[in-house]
């Protein structure tokens, strides 16, 4: 059941992600890959799989931060000037809704917003 549940919220998370309009400050600052540039990125071995960067924010604990469950309700992969980044829209089980940027080459987390 556990497993049923974690794809359906990684199918919605990803549906969201196409779906949800683009901050515009956002926009302003990173240059977020079209899909087919994201297959390819991943392909090539530029970017780790966003399963990976997912499970960097999941694993993530930090004493400022929830301890409980952290689901990804959007993610989008951008070109920085200092290389490709996963950002992530991270929903807690306390209801807080932070941003996270994962270095995409390395699927480490770089910043908790």
């Known amino acids: 059941m556990n497993r049923a549940f974690a794809a359906l919220a990684l199918s919605a998370a990803v549906l969201a992600s196409f779906l949800a309009p683009e901050p515009a400050a956002a926009d ?3 240059a977020c890959l079209s899909k087919s540039d994201q297959r390819a990125a991943i392909t090539s071995g530029q970017a780790v ?4 960067a997912m499970h960097s924010v999941r694993s993530v604990r930090t004493a400022k931060r929830s301890r409980g469950s952290r689901e ?6 951008c070109r920085e000037a200092k290389g490709l980044v996963y950002v992530l829209t991270v929903l807690s089980g306390d209801g807080k809704v932070t941003h996270t940027s ?4 390395s699927g480490r987390v770089v910043d908790i917003r």
């Open 28 to 30: 302003e600052q990173l």
């Open 49 to 52: 799989p966003l399963a990976a």
């Open 72 to 77: 990804v309700i959007k993610a989008r992969l």
């Open 102 to 105: 994962v270095d995409a080459t």
